[in-house]
Each structure stands twice: as structure tokens, then as C-alpha cells.
């Protein structure tokens, strides 16, 4: 058994975007097919945090895309809303906010402007697009606008850049505080990195010093332990997780206790691992039906048994799974004793790739960073991972 460090400075315990107060000063990144309203809630039964919906684009919500909406699900469980909103458009941003708002009763609006994907950023939308400061201003600004009757507070996620000849992430952070943003969250990677290499902590506490809105980092947090060094070392208001939660739910368990002064035990046996992943299919299947939920649930069986010494035979049939009985029939074949692979802790999980000799740009992209009246056109049905 081990423990989690604390942390010793409590003068400004939480975290506050605007009219929301969040417990503890963790944010769960949204990831494509992963933080869905099931997740969420599992991730929320562990600890307190702001739990993000899935990205969504703006044009499909805006133009009533049903496969947009579908992803807006909520658990009754779920006290605030918060959604993360993907698009280049002023026009359509500012309206998908109004809608998520109104119809949907959102109390947090991110922004995404931190997607590495080529097909985002080949329309200049994601990463690409901070290079524009304009453009940035004019979204942000008919955000903040559309959200303030509301009393809904907009933040915004982005990189360090393009790359690291093509930094942005200081004139975004300026460019969000003026245009009301209630913080910024920056990842210390680039685009060009994707999620490659380590990621720059230098870079996070530049930008705290920068501005005077709560800066929030992201990148390399696999353990609570990381969170708070991050937090000594670059002075952040709070961290955003992803990858590092994947099959690990329980690391906001080990977070709320760290951010509270508190130690906690962080390695499960494989029988609580196995009762994790009987309750995270359960919830998928609430709130997908069961054949539907139980497909969901495959993609995460190779991450919460990562290090253990599970056969391939019963890998493979976990990754086949079809229903709920099936799914019990195969756990009930681990060793519930099995310890925790002490070997995973700190270990990157999730996609890391290599780093990019090119990051796909419109062209001339980078001729001009005003881009003020730039238009960029957005697909209604694209679905990319933030």
C-alpha cells in the first residue's frame, strides 16, 4: 500500500470559474467516446471534480444534428453541467452556447482550441486556430456574450502552440481574460507534439504569471502525486486529467484526498478493479441499453487490466463482451487477490504516437496571425476527439 502526498497549501481550497465553485480543483478532460454521461458519473462516485460532456460541435448543434444531440445526455446524478463546445465560427459558437444554456441547462461552457487532430487543423479549427488572434477574440467574445445572461462562465482549453516555432499560448491567454473568459487551461504540449514526449510545465507557470485569470494545467498527471507538484510547482488554480483516469477512475478518489490534506491507499486489488468494471458497464448499460453499453464497455477493459497478468484468451473474450451476465461469468475468473502492478504507476496510459514533422494547416495559414476576418467552414456532423 502507498501513499498520496498532500497538499500543504490550503489558504484557497477549491476551484472557482465564475458562478461555479468545484470542491476540489479537478477537471476531467473531455475525451471522444470515453466521457460520456456513464463515465462521468463513475469518475463523480470517487471524488469531487468538474466532469466535462464529451466535445461537441457547434454547427451540429446549432443545425440539430442528431447524432450532436444524442451525445448531450446527463445522469440525474449530475448537479452541474458542464459541456466542452468545439467550433470556428463566432456565429454558430455564440448560438450553440445560447441553446446549451437555454434548452439544456449547462452551468460551464469550455471551449476547445487545443485539438491536435489533422483533419481539425487542416481547417484551421483546434490548435490551429489560437495562431489567429482575431478570430480567437471574436469567438470567445460572442461565447462570454451568449453565456452572461445566463450567469454560465466560459472557459477555454488550448496548446502551446503549433509548434514550438509557432508558440500562442500567452496571446490566447491575454486575449481570453479581456474577452471575459472566467480561465484558461493550457496542455504543455504543441500541436506538432500531440500527445508525444513530456509536456512542458515551464510553459504553464509563464502563463500564470501572464494573466490574472485562474490558469488550470493539463499534461502528465498520471497520479495524485503529479497533480500536486504541478500545482507547487507551476502555482496553477487546479488540474485537468485525461488520459491518467483511463481505467483508473479511482485516481479522483486519490485526488480529492490529496487536494483535502488527506492520504489515501491507491492501489486496488484486481477484485476491486473487477467490481470498478462491473459498475462502469452497469452505467453504460443504463444509459445505453445493454447491447449498445456492453460494446462501449469493451474499449476499456485492455486499460483497467493493464499490468495485470490476465491471459490473452480472457482479454480477448472481455473485449468481446455482449451482455451483463456474460460480463460476470468472465471477471469471476480473475484472482480478486491479485495485487495492483505497482510497475503502472506513473506509466503514460492512453494514445501517445509520435511527434508530427508537419502539422496540417490551411494554406497560408500561417501568413497572417490576425485572421479577424477569417472564415472557416465547420461541418455540422464532424465528430473529432478533444
Known amino acids: 500500500m502507498s501513499a498520496v502526498p498532500t497538499v500543504t497549501d490550503q489558504s484557497a481550497p477549491g476551484l ?47 443545425e440539430g444534428d442528431q447524432h450532436t444531440r444524442d451525445m ?5 446524478a449530475e448537479t452541474v453541467r458542464s459541456v466542452q463546445l468545439y467550433g470556428s465560427d463566432p456565429v454558430y459558437v455564440g448560438k450553440a452556447a445560447e441553446i446549451l444554456c437555454a434548452e439544456y441547462g449547462v452551468a460551464h461552457i469550455d471551449l476547445n482550441f487545443g485539438c491536435p487532430v489533422p483533419k481539425v487543423t487542416r481547417k484551421g479549427g483546434g490548435g490551429a486556430l489560437p495562431w489567429k488572434r482575431g478570430l480567437l477574440a471574436r469567438i470567445l467574445e460572442a461565447t462570454v456574450a451568449a453565456a452572461t445572461p445566463y450567469d454560465v462562465p466560459v472557459t477555454m482549453k488550448t496548446r502551446k502552440g503549433i509548434d514550438e516555432d509557432h508558440l500562442t499560448y500567452l496571446d490566447a491567454g491575454r486575449i481570453a481574460q479581456e ?14 507534439q500531440a500527445y508525444s514526449g513530456e509536456a512542458d510545465w515551464d510553459a504553464i507557470a509563464a502563463l500564470v504569471e501572464h494573466v490574472d485569470i485562474p490558469v488550470l494545467g493539463n499534461g502528465d498527471v498520471w497520479e495524485a502525486a503529479d497533480a500536486v507538484r504541478m500545482v507547487e510547482q507551476t502555482g496553477v488554480a487546479g488540474v485537468v486529467v485525461g488520459r491518467g483516469c483511463l481505467g483508473r477512475p479511482w485516481l479522483f478518489r486519490d485526488l480529492a484526498a490529496a487536494f483535502a490534506g488527506e492520504q489515501v491507499a491507491t492501489l486496488p486489488t484486481l477484485g476491486e478493479v473487477t467490481s470498478m468494471m462491473r459498475r462502469h458497464a452497469e452505467l453504460l448499460c443504463r444509459h445505453m441499453g445493454e447491447e449498445r453499453g456492453c460494446k462501449e464497455f469493451r474499449k476499456h477493459v485492455s486499460w ?18 455482449d451482455s451483463l451476465a456474460t460480463l460476470d461469468a ?11 502492478p505497482v510497475s503502472e504507476l506513473g506509466s503514460p496510459r ?26 472557416l467552414q465547420e461541418e455540422a456532423t464532424e465528430a473529432t476527439g478533444g
Request: proline content about 5%.
Open 72 to 76: 448531450l445526455v446527463f445522469d440525474d
Open 330 to 340: 468472465l471477471l469471476a475468473e480473475l484472482d480478486p487477490a491479485e495485487p495492483f
Open 16 to 62: 472557482t470559474l465564475g458562478s461555479v465553485h468545484v470542491e476540489t480543483p479537478v477537471v476531467l478532460a473531455p475525451m471522444a467516446g470515453i466521457t460520456n454521461a456513464a463515465y462521468r458519473r463513475l469518475c463523480a462516485e470517487q471524488g469531487a471534480g468538474l466532469y466535462v460532456c464529451e466535445m461537441i460541435t457547434s454547427r451540429g448543434l446549432v
Open 179 to 192: 474577452a471575459g473568459a472566467a480561465a484558461i487551461a493550457l496542455h504543455g504540449r504543441t500541436v506538432a
Open 304 to 321: 483497467y487490466l493493464k499490468g495485470f497478468a490476465t491471459g490473452g484468451q480472457l482479454r480477448r473474450s472481455l473485449g468481446l463482451v
Open 350 to 375: 492512453g494514445r501517445q504516437g509520435s511527434p508530427r514533422a508537419k502539422v496540417a494547416l490551411p494554406e497560408g495559414w500561417l501568413d497572417d496571425r490576425d485572421g479577424s476576418d477569417c472564415f
